[in-house]
């Protein structure tokens, strides 16, 4: 779900778990209701299913479930 209008690409920071800082990334549209998160600094245990949540500072940009691209 994206909640910030269009975008190609943007910095953003994200959230893996509830309980977890916003790390930095990078978020990149694709077609349909698809994107690609890149982190800055790579996470250990991420995983499909999981919830990743974007945001810009405070503001909630959107989300979705990870799906680990091969």
């Known amino acids: 779900n994206w909640l910030a209008g269009e975008f190609q690409e943007l910095n953003v920071q994200v959230k893996l778990r509830s309980a977890q800082t916003p790390v930095e990334a990078t978020i990149k549209h694709l077609e349909g209701n698809a994107a690609e998160v890149t982190l800055f600094n790579p996470r250990e245990a991420v995983a499909p299913g999981q919830a990743c949540v974007i945001y810009d500072g405070n ?7 990870i799906k680990i691209r091969q």
Do not use: F, I, Q, Y
């Not at 503001?59 to 479930?65: A, K, Q």
């Open 59 to 65: 503001r909630v940009l959107g989300g979705g479930w």
